[in-house]
């Protein structure tokens, strides 16, 4: 079992930035890669962002650029670094755990663990 739980999250302007953490707890949490998924209002949930346990990443088109992911072993954390926000990546952000080798990274399927979301607001 893994236990995740975010942080960070809030109102920023257009143009700002925020720096979401997500603290995982339990099982080894260096064999899970950690993911980065957001749900806005009236949308399906969205792939982010994901980071491996050797720190490799994997972003989906519409952040690149603006998002760098990255961990902290030692303290068992994940960091989504947003920058140049826009008001379209106002969501609900939320962290996740898979182990690692399973297929399909940007499925949420194959994300057993969740932690209980963030909400980010841009303003325009």
């Known amino acids: 079992q893994v236990h995740l739980v975010e942080s960070g999250g809030g109102l920023v302007q257009a143009g700002g930035s925020l720096r979401l953490s997500c603290t995982a707890s339990?099982?080894?949490?260096?064999?899970?890669?950690l993911g980065w998924f957001r749900q806005a209002p009236g949308k399906e949930q969205e792939f982010v962002a994901i980071?491996?346990?050797?720190?490799?990443?994997y972003y989906t088109d519409s952040v690149k650029g603006r998002v760098t992911s990255s961990r902290d072993n030692a303290k068992n954390t994940v960091y989504l670094e947003m920058n140049t926000l826009k008001p379209e990546d106002t969501a609900v952000y939320y962290c996740?755990?898979?182990?690692?080798?399973?297929?399909?990274?940007?499925?949420?399927?194959?994300?057993?663990?969740w932690g209980q979301g963030t909400q980010v607001t841009v303003s325009s």
């Open positions: 339990g099982r080894t949490v260096s064999e899970y890669g």
């Open positions: 996740a755990a898979r182990l690692v080798g399973t297929p399909r990274i940007m499925d949420s399927r194959t994300y057993p663990y």
């Open positions: 980071v491996w346990s050797l720190g490799g990443t």
